[in-house]
């Protein structure tokens, strides 16, 4: 090879190398990206676990000294802990009013004969109740298109298979992948109730002086539920926008531009009745939170809210 040749040829390595470089930092950097939102969302998660943890411990002490069967309340926290808190919101009120006793909050549950609570604490079956995280679906690599070898060295990495890297790794040095961490952003914090034949059902209107509850009551508390959904409405829609802004990494950007689009089809449902029954489906921790006896009733009157609007909250399956 000649003099000029052998330059040319020098030249052309010394691109490929530099593309190469560029290259590997192109994906160094976009995988940190991913990483670091990930990686928030995570923190973010646990600190959301950590309130509801203690909401249903709370809920749990104050109904302990008032005396509940341990047996029921154990029943309740593997079957359908949700209802936990609500019984303890009820039972609060009822005792405020003068009407709680032992004999009353007891009658308020029935647990079926054959239930076995495996010997486990009230404490170890809210942690149980109260996942971190929730498992993420097992990730497909990106199937690769037939490359050559200088393709697939110098070849920049695609989008796919930098979340595929990122998604398959441990983000807080425990099992926890980033898959979990994506998956877990919407999940709830506590579970619902479990699939299967009922162990433990709940009549809170053991506790209600008045289980009918008039048209001023209804209104009212139509009113308190849908105020708190449309502040939830503006205050993301804005979240959003603003997080938009500026955000450079692809993969942040589809996530929340999922969440843009579904609450702007959302906000833009003409039926009002249905527009809230779809905010509960996109966030029913507000119902969840706010939740009263009194509450589920209207959630059950056509004349306020959708028709299975309070079957969100009452019928929702989760596996253990």
Same mark, same amino acid.
């Given at each position: 090879?000649?003099?000029?040749?052998?330059?040319?040829?020098? $030249?052309?390595?010394?691109? #490929?190398?530099?593309?190469?470089?560029?290259?590997?930092?192109?994906?160094? /950097?976009?995988?940190?990206?991913?990483?670091?939102?990930?990686?928030?969302?995570?923190?973010?998660?646990?600190?959301?676990?950590?309130?509801t943890r203690?909401?249903?411990?709370?809920?749990?002490?104050?109904?302990?000294?008032?005396?509940?069967?341990s047996?029921?309340?154990?029943?309740?926290?593997?079957?359908?802990?949700k209802?936990?808190?609500r019984?303890?919101?009820?039972?609060? =009120?009822?005792?405020?009013?003068?009407?709680?006793?032992?004999? &009353?909050?007891?009658?308020a549950?029935e647990? *079926?004969?054959?239930?076995?609570?495996?010997?486990? @604490? *009230?404490?170890?079956? &809210?942690k149980?109740a @109260?996942?971190?995280?929730?498992s993420?679906?097992?990730l497909?690599?990106?199937?690769?298109? =037939?490359?050559?070898?200088?393709?697939? !060295?110098?070849?920049?990495?695609?989008?796919?298979?930098?979340?595929?890297?990122?998604?398959?790794? $441990? #983000?807080?040095? /425990?099992?926890?992948?980033?898959?979990?961490?994506?998956?877990? &952003?919407? *999940?709830?914090?506590?579970k619902?109730?479990?699939?299967?034949?009922?162990?433990?059902?709940?009549?809170i209107?053991? !506790?209600?002086?008045?289980?009918?509850?008039?048209?001023?009551?209804? %209104?009212?508390?139509?009113?308190?539920?849908?105020?708190?959904?449309?502040?939830?409405?503006?205050?993301?829609?804005?979240?959003?926008?603003?997080?938009?802004?500026g955000?450079?990494?692809?993969?942040?950007?589809?996530?929340?531009?999922?969440?843009? %689009?579904? !609450?702007t089809?959302?906000?833009?449902?003409e039926? @009002?009745?249905?527009?809230?029954?779809?905010?509960?489906?996109?966030?029913?921790? &507000? *119902?969840?939170?706010?939740?009263?006896?009194?509450?589920?009733?209207?959630?059950?009157?056509?004349?306020y809210?959708?028709?299975? @609007?309070?079957?969100?909250?009452? $019928?929702?399956?989760?596996?253990?």
């Open positions: 090879m000649g003099f000029f040749g052998k330059v040319a040829l020098g $030249s052309a390595l010394g691109g #490929l190398a530099a593309d190469m470089k560029e290259n590997r930092q192109y994906a160094k /950097d976009k995988s940190e990206r991913v990483q670091d939102y990930l990686y928030q969302r995570g923190l973010e998660r646990r600190q959301e676990v950590n309130k203690n909401a249903l411990q709370n809920s749990v002490e104050y109904l302990q000294s008032k005396d509940m069967d047996r029921s309340l154990n029943a309740l926290l593997m079957q359908n802990p209802e936990v808190l019984l303890a919101q009820a039972a609060q =009120e009822a005792e405020q009013e003068g009407r709680l006793t032992k004999s &009353i909050l007891n009658q549950v647990v *079926a004969s054959d239930f076995d609570d495996q010997g486990l @604490t *009230a404490s170890e079956l &809210i149980r @109260t996942p971190d995280f929730v993420g679906a097992d497909k690599k990106p199937d690769e298109v =037939e490359r050559n070898v200088m393709q697939k !060295l110098f070849g920049r990495k695609s989008s796919q298979d930098i979340l595929y890297d990122v998604y398959s790794e $441990s #983000l807080f040095g /425990d099992d926890t992948t980033g898959a979990d961490v994506a998956a877990s &952003i919407s *999940a709830p914090t506590i619902g109730r479990k699939k299967g034949p009922n162990t433990v059902s709940v009549d209107g053991a !506790l209600a002086e008045d289980t009918s509850y008039d048209s001023t009551y209804k %209104v009212n508390a139509a009113k308190d539920i849908k105020d708190n959904y449309d502040r939830f409405l503006q205050e993301e829609t804005a979240r959003i926008a603003g997080e938009l802004e955000e450079e990494d692809q993969a942040t950007k589809d996530l929340l531009l999922a969440q843009q %689009v579904e !609450l089809r959302i906000n833009n449902i039926n @009002t009745a249905t527009k809230y029954y779809e905010l509960m489906k996109f966030n029913p921790s &507000i *119902a969840q939170n706010i939740m009263v006896p009194g509450y589920l009733v209207v959630l059950s009157d056509p004349d809210f959708k028709d299975g @609007t309070a079957d969100l909250f009452t $019928s929702s399956d989760e596996d253990e």
